[in-house]
């Protein structure tokens, strides 16, 4: 018997929350809150084409939103400091999340991993909510296992405002890698045009070069994989990855 579609919150409101949006209205998910800086007032239909009222509420109103509304889980995708206060908020409510929201510092990690033990809720944390990517870090761990006398790096490029640099996406790629080599593994990383996320990783010696490559052709695959993380974690908990949403 399939899971009862949870009700969700979206913190962030720009190209990334709109695409979850629309794809969470296509899969009838039910949006009863969304939160962002801007167009505050203002009603979603008229982001992602359709006639959805959901009006979009002031982050400084997170707490009296979420008590008004009470989402089953909240996908965040905003930026690591106001990740951290939104989960303090988020958590206080008993409310699940998925955050998908890249550069934290180790220290914010842990903090996140403590509010959720502290208040007994469910989260999926994943630096890319992408099915395709989540295969291509297991492609990578068997490379590098069976790959261990060749040199490797990474390429990572996306688009001209992608603040993190690398992205949190080439950061599990070198802990994967680093754990296997016990080395650090060079990162590159390039900034230009409107590339949504393209990564490769070389692995060569004297005699051959071996590509492993994830292109995503449209951020359609992060939303997609953002609401199956949200559909995982309802009634959850504790601290999960994209690596238990789709069984690897």
């Known amino acids: 018997m399939e899971q009862e579609k949870p009700k969700i919150g979206i913190i962030g409101f720009g190209r990334m929350g709109q695409m979850i949006a629309r794809q969470a209205e296509t899969k009838n998910f039910e949006i009863s809150c969304v939160f962002d800086l801007k167009n505050v007032g203002m009603k979603i239909g008229n982001f992602i084409g359709n006639k959805n009222e959901t009006a979009v509420s002031n982050i400084a109103d997170l707490d009296k939103i979420l008590k008004q509304t009470k989402p089953d889980v909240v996908i965040d995708f905003s930026n690591a400091d106001a990740c951290v206060e939104n989960l303090k908020i988020v958590a206080k409510n008993k409310i699940n999340a998925v955050i998908g929201t890249t550069g934290f510092s180790e220290g914010q990690k842990d903090e996140l991993k403590e509010l959720i033990k502290e208040n007994n809720i469910g989260a999926v944390i994943s630096p890319n909510m992408s099915i395709g990517v989540n295969i291509f870090w297991k492609l990578i761990e068997d490379a590098g296992n069976l790959l261990t006398d060749y040199d ?47 990564h490769t990783v070389m692995f060569g010696n004297t005699g051959e070069i071996i590509e492993i490559k994830h292109t995503a052709i449209s951020r359609d695959t992060f939303a997609m994989g953002a609401l199956s993380a949200a559909q995982f974690i309802k009634g959850k908990k504790g601290i999960f990855s994209m690596k238990d949403v789709i069984g690897l």
Request: hydrophobic residues 30%.
């Open 152 to 198: 490797a790096e990474i390429i990572e490029s996306h688009h001209i405002t992608k603040k993190d640099k690398p992205s949190g996406t080439a950061l599990k790629i070198k802990e994967i890698l680093e754990k296997i080599y016990e080395k650090e593994i060079p990162s590159h990383s390039v900034r230009i045009g409107g590339i949504v996320g393209e």
